[in-house]
């Protein structure tokens, strides 16, 4: 038997009435809490107010007590707070010039004149040779191969012009038909080597044989690391020193005081072509900028004005600071050392691999990631057309006036010098070979120094002076701004009354 119960109204009706009640219970609590935080909040905001005004009234920095004290019409107030604020933005300006000369321009050059007391060294020479090939080599080897007759003075003059070329001449490079067929059918191994040297009277000097941008080279009387060397940039070890610098007392580099009469130094053993540069013992050659083709002997008379350093120019200033780099501080990816003219061929070499999607093969490639070597097809077509692009960096783009410029910041050499020469033929035949003769008869009287212009303690007196000046401010001052708002403060926040 089923009966049908009636619902617990009564009790229905209880429940809805005690939800309700413990609803309106738990809002008027939220309100009350909120009440309370907002209380809070407005209070902390309040107390806070209250204790800077209380700073402004008693810091040691002058007129901010013009903004809080009691008796001031609102218009002193107005213009006490424009005053404070141009005063902070003089302080914020000024002391900004100094720290960006602190961290920029922090390096200047003095001229100093105690000549009495220097050593001048004297320039550099790089010489490259143009007869890089051995005939008498070539035809015994073109013999072994079978390459003959025609194909034989195919070979050859494609070897000459390659192994001379530079951004100059790639257009001179042969594209004979037969080219490709001879190539695939021998394999070279270059076999010659001079016998260069290079002497101060009877003293023997190193010499180096080098990687340039005109092929392989030679280099004497230089101050760069060991590491700028020809075997260094395609293997990755130093030169080992040849038996005549085991055996003799070696001079590495050639110097000279006032009091000398004069220096002199001779660079020979090259056949008649070659090619001559003159430079800085601090730097490299620069391709664009020899003294051409010769046959003959070339007899130099230079002066030299070195671009010293403070003894302390390393360890107190930056890279940033001085606007200059140590050869050890190379910043340049296929180079070990770092010169400004390596730093401008490493941006020609980013350059041309943008352009023709590959470098030249007198580059040195020993990087994580090889980039493609050119090959003679690529050297004859890519390169002529911009050739003045690729040697100036720049170019001007068609009939306009815009100017296409590449890339390129390269920090001067810290140590450097200025050289200036006059030069002259010698057509005299020499036994071991003819070169360059390298004379200093003159010593300079001045030299040119970089020295730091700000060291950190400057700098704090620089800005110090610079806030004392404008809006009274000093360490004290510093020191009672961090004081009020912590150790104060907390005491203040715990009851204490200050």
Not at 16 to 44: H, M, S, Y
Not at 166 to 176: A, L
Not at 273 to 295: I, Q
Request: aromatic residues 14%; contains cysteine.
């Amino acid at each position: 038997m089923n009966i049908h119960k009636r619902p617990p109204i009564r009790r229905v009706r209880f429940e809805q009435g005690l939800t309700v009640e413990r609803t309106t219970k738990t809002t008027q609590a939220w309100t009350i809490r909120k009440t309370k935080f907002q209380r809070t909040i407005k209070g902390g905001l309040l107390g806070g107010f209250k204790h800077f005004q209380l700073y402004l009234a008693t810091c040691c920095n002058h007129c901010y007590v013009y903004l809080v004290k009691n008796g001031l019409h609102w218009f002193e107030r107005i213009v006490w707070l424009i005053l404070i604020a141009l005063a902070n933005y003089a302080t914020i300006y000024v002391a900004w010039q100094s720290i960006d000369r602190y961290l920029t321009k922090n390096a200047f050059m003095v001229i100093d004149r105690d000549y009495l007391r220097w050593n001048t060294t004297v320039p550099s020479l790089t010489i490259c040779p143009m007869d890089r090939l051995d005939r008498e080599l070539f035809d015994a080897y073109s013999q072994s191969h079978q390459v003959v007759a025609e194909r034989r003075e195919t070979l050859w003059n494609f070897l000459e012009h390659l192994a001379n070329s530079t951004y100059i001449n790639f257009e001179d490079i042969p594209n004979d038909s037969s080219l490709d067929d001879i190539l695939q059918q021998i394999h070279l191994t270059p076999n010659r080597k001079y016998r260069i040297r290079c002497t101060k009277g009877e003293i023997p000097m190193r010499t180096r044989l080098v990687l340039t941008e005109h092929g392989l080279c030679y280099t004497t009387n230089t101050l760069l690391d060991r590491k700028y060397s020809s075997q260094y940039a395609l293997f990755g070890s130093l030169p080992e020193p040849t038996i005549h610098e085991t055996q003799n007392d070696t001079l590495d580099v050639l110097m000279g005081a006032f009091s000398a009469p004069q220096a002199l130094y001779d660079f020979i053993g090259f056949g008649r072509a070659k090619e001559v540069y003159l430079h800085s013992a601090y730097e490299v050659m620069k391709v664009d900028n020899g003294f051409g083709y010769s046959e003959y002997h070339y007899k130099f008379k230079a002066e030299n004005i070195e671009i010293a350093t403070q003894k302390t120019l390393e360890r107190d200033a930056t890279v940033r600071q001085r606007n200059c780099r140590f050869g050890h501080e190379s910043n340049l990816t296929h180079f070990p050392i770092y010169t400004k003219n390596l730093c401008i061929q490493e941006c020609r070499l980013r350059l041309v691999y943008e352009v023709c999607k590959c470098i030249p093969h007198f580059y040195p490639n020993r990087v994580n990631k090889p980039k493609r070597v050119c090959d003679y097809h690529t050297l004859k077509r890519c390169f002529p057309p911009n050739k003045d692009y690729f040697l100036k960096l720049y170019r001007q783009r068609g009939d306009s006036q815009e100017i296409d410029t590449a890339p390129c910041y390269c920090d001067q050499n810290c140590r450097d010098s200025v050289v200036s020469a006059t030069h002259q033929v010698d057509t005299s035949e020499y036994i071991h070979g003819n070169g360059a003769t390298m004379t200093m008869t003159e010593w300079p009287s001045l030299q040119y120094r970089r020295e730091v212009y700000l060291t950190f303690t400057d700098l704090l007196v620089y800005i110090g002076g610079t806030a004392g000046l404008f809006i009274g401010f000093n360490v004290l001052g510093a020191i009672e701004i961090v004081y009020f708002f912590t150790m104060r403060l907390l005491f203040k926040l715990l009851g204490y009354k200050l």
